[in-house]
Every structure is written in structure tokens, then in C-alpha cells.
């Protein structure tokens, strides 16, 4: 999880992304800051993220996020 806060922290330093939990849902994160994501996510843990998993509910908070790497890992 310390490894994501940095990429999240990295890509979008304005964010509190320890308490934030409408990160997409209130526009805190642009499409392009969604899509760094994605990028650093697949380079950094070597998951698949496909368009059908980009919704509000695996992008709202860093735990949300961090939730939906576990998935895709034991995938």
C-alpha cells in the first residue's frame, strides 16, 4: 500500500488520498490522472487493468484502488 500512496502521491500531489473517498465520483481525479494510474499500476504490480474495470468504484480512494490490485493479482 506505501508503494501506491507514492504513485497516487506522484501523479497527483494536491490529494489527500488517505481521507478522499469520491476521487472520481467528485472530479478530484482527471480522466488523464486516471489513466497515469492505470500506466503506473501495470508497470509497477503487472496487472491487466481493462476498461470495464475504470469505474468509480475501484478508482474513488487509494484503498479502493489498492483493493482492485489484490484482485487483479490473485487473478
Known amino acids: ?3 501506491l500512496m507514492e ?15 469520491a476521487l472520481m465520483d467528485d472530479k478530484i481525479l482527471s480522466s488523464f490522472d486516471v489513466l497515469s494510474i492505470v500506466s503506473e499500476l501495470r508497470a ?3 496487472i ?3 476498461p470495464a474495470e475504470i469505474i468509480p468504484d475501484n ?7 489498492w483493493n482492485m490490485i489484490c484482485r487483479l493479482k490473485e487473478g
Open 1 to 3: 500500500m506505501e508503494e
Open 7 to 21: 504513485i497516487l502521491e506522484d501523479i497527483s500531489p494536491d490529494v489527500d488520498f488517505e481521507n478522499e473517498t
Open 44 to 46: 509497477n504490480y503487472g
Open 48 to 50: 491487466r487493468i481493462t
Open 59 to 65: 478508482f474513488n480512494s487509494a484503498e479502493a484502488i
